[in-house]
């Protein structure tokens, strides 16, 4: 059972397309997180939501939409791709509180040609 | 704002050689300390973890301590292995927003 799953986990495509990464956890977690992995292996967070609320929402462009339709399921659906968007792309969850561990899922290797 | 800085790679070891990975940092509060590992092609994994001064988190072999002194949680393995191979990352949450500030990460080879 996989405790945090996101799709595709490969995904190369056109700069100016759109596109979506679909996140889901089965673990009963309250909060969500989408996090960037660049080509130096640098790790930052991009949003947080609690309970389908947003809490967290660092300096991303616009064209990244987080959204999420229940606790379980945070999606990322990206706008008009560049080429410098391409990158690895976490998503994670956990429960609220910030001793608890956040748990990640495989990544989505996104590249932008 | 917070911080966390550990040692750049990559590190190379010979099997059964003994680890180590410094990682101190910077916070405002009293934060909890993660140890994250990356294998190659894969996703984060949790390694440890520590939420107080003084705590040991250990898994696998590995053991990091949390110095509040010191600001430091420095990953250690007495004896690697090649599958040890992989990057491994520092990071911390603080009672100011609950995400994971991370280290740069650390590539580890282990050649038999």
């Known amino acids: 059972d996989t405790a945090v799953s996101q799709t595709p986990k490969y995904l190369v495509t056109q700069m100016g397309n759109d596109k979506s990464i679909k996140c889901e956890q089965n673990?009963?977690?309250?909060?969500m997180y989408w996090y960037k992995q660049d080509s130096k292996k640098f790790l930052k967070i991009m949003f947080s939501?609690?309970?389908?609320?947003?809490?967290i929402n660092e300096t991303v462009p616009n064209r990244f939409s987080p959204k999420s339709p229940d606790k379980a399921h945070l999606n990322l659906h990206i706008n008009s791709l560049e080429l410098g968007d391409s990158a690895v792309y976490f998503c994670a969850s956990s429960q609220s509180g910030f001793r608890n561990t956040i748990y990640f899922g495989e990544g989505s290797w996104l590249t932008v040609v | 704002g917070d911080s966390v800085t550990q040692m750049e790679g990559p590190v190379t070891l010979s099997e059964e050689a003994f680890l180590t990975i410094n990682c101190t940092y910077t916070?405002?509060?009293?934060?909890?300390l993660f140890w994250y590992v990356q294998y190659p092609g894969e996703g984060l994994q949790l390694l440890l973890k520590?939420?107080?001064?003084?705590d040991k988190g250990s898994n696998k072999g590995f053991e990091a301590t949390y110095r509040k002194e010191t600001t430091s949680f420095h990953l250690e393995k007495g004896s690697v292995q090649v599958s040890d191979s992989a990057v491994y990352f520092c990071a911390l949450t603080e009672a100011a927003g609950n995400k994971l500030t991370f280290g740069g990460g650390t590539r580890v080879l282990v050649k038999p």
């Open positions: 520590a939420t107080k001064a003084d």
């Open positions: 916070a405002t509060g009293y934060p909890s």
């Open positions: 939501y609690n309970n389908k609320e947003l809490i």
């Open positions: 673990l009963g977690h309250d909060t």
